[in-house]
């Protein structure tokens, strides 16, 4: 028996799951605490495949600002996030910049890009 607790992260209301997993068996699966449907699913699956959408920021030259925020377009793995962070990293972009502009594409070989979530024009001289 595996007994786990875990935070939902799918809604505002950060349910405080117990999960019970008998035989290292998902279909055999016990969730207590989750106040709506969500909580069942996100559970099963942060115990089977746990992903999460990577928010960060890059080097900018000649933007209005130094950074330009960013994020990976679908979910990752969560395994991969430091791996894709060492890559974010090495990253400068030139403004101008439109948001959802490709920054990275296939990061890390995810199938993921990572994308521009802010327009940034150039800097005036």
């Excluded at 786990?4 to 999960?19: A, H």
């Excluded at 996030?81 to 990293?89: G, P, S």
């Amino acid at each position: 028996m595996n007994d786990q607790e875990l935070i939902c992260i799918v809604c505002p209301m950060g349910c405080r799951l117990n999960v019970e997993l008998k035989d290292n068996d998902i279909e055999n699966i016990q969730i207590e605490g989750n106040q709506c449907k969500r909580g069942i699913a996100y559970a099963k699956k942060e115990l089977t495949f746990p992903t999460r959408m990577l928010p960060t920021t890059v080097k900018l030259q000649n933007g209005f600002l130094n950074r330009l925020p960013v994020r990976t377009k679908e979910v990752i793995p969560k395994e991969l996030i430091f791996k894709c962070m060492q890559a974010i990293n090495q990253v400068e972009v030139k403004a101008p910049v439109k948001i959802g502009d490709v920054i990275l594409k296939n990061i890390c070989n995810t199938g993921i890009d990572l994308i521009a979530t802010r327009s940034m024009e150039e800097k005036s001289s």
